[in-house]
């Protein structure tokens, strides 16, 4: 059985995760581009009109970041708590059907497993923007070698200022990171708590 909520849930993750990869498309795109400003031998004013365009391309591609966090945060929030406690429970009722105490897992384990693969493919889609946005300062970097011109290169500097200022980062209202250490530290806290469980556990004859 899927409750509403859980629905709702992957729903959102996956409207999010669609997101992502138009947003991680675009930055792609952004850091071809920067790589090809100076590749070939081109005016001075195409090459600043090329540098304008990309500080512009990247300010609204960081709105659009501040906007999915505004959106999205929340209910990404709730769902990692939701797949966490659910993944806790399970594993503890795995414990007592392996030990023989009760012969019945969670209820609802099956019905998790959707949840957290679309969990695993919003992580790795958000890990894979975020690398993407890294990728741009180092291709801006590439090209400021290559300038002579003061004004341009004037202009890559506060392009490299922009880009210190206006990171591309999506975290769950401020919570945690959305990569793939999150599940990382999902699945060593719930090994803990397993751990604990099995040594505290009262024995039975």
């Known amino acids: 059985m899927v409750f509403p909520l859980e629905f709702a849930i992957r729903l959102y993750l996956l409207k999010f995760t669609m997101y992502l990869n138009c947003l991680v498309e675009e930055l792609h795109s952004l850091c071809r581009d920067i790589k090809n400003y100076c590749g070939d031998k081109r005016m001075r004013r195409t090459i600043l009109q090329n540098i304008v365009i990309g500080c512009y391309r990247h300010q609204r591609l960081y709105e659009m970041n501040l906007f999915l966090n505004k959106i999205f945060g929340a209910t990404v929030g709730i769902s990692i708590l939701q797949v966490f406690i659910q ?116 024995q039975y004859n």
């Open 87 to 202: 993944l806790t429970v399970d594993a503890f009722f795995a414990c007592f059907h392996l030990s023989g105490h009760i012969s019945v897992l969670g209820k609802y384990g099956v019905s998790l497993i959707p949840t957290l693969t679309i969990l695993l493919v919003t992580l790795i889609s958000s890990k894979e923007c975020m690398d993407a946005a890294k990728r741009i300062p180092v291709a801006v970097h590439s090209i400021k070698h290559k300038v002579t011109d003061l004004k341009l290169a004037i202009l890559i500097e506060n392009f490299s200022l922009q880009l210190l200022h206006e990171k591309i980062v999506f975290d769950a209202k401020g919570f945690v990171i959305l990569d793939c250490n999150l599940l990382r530290g999902m699945l060593s806290s719930i090994t803990t708590y397993m751990v604990f469980f099995i040594q505290l556990a009262p």
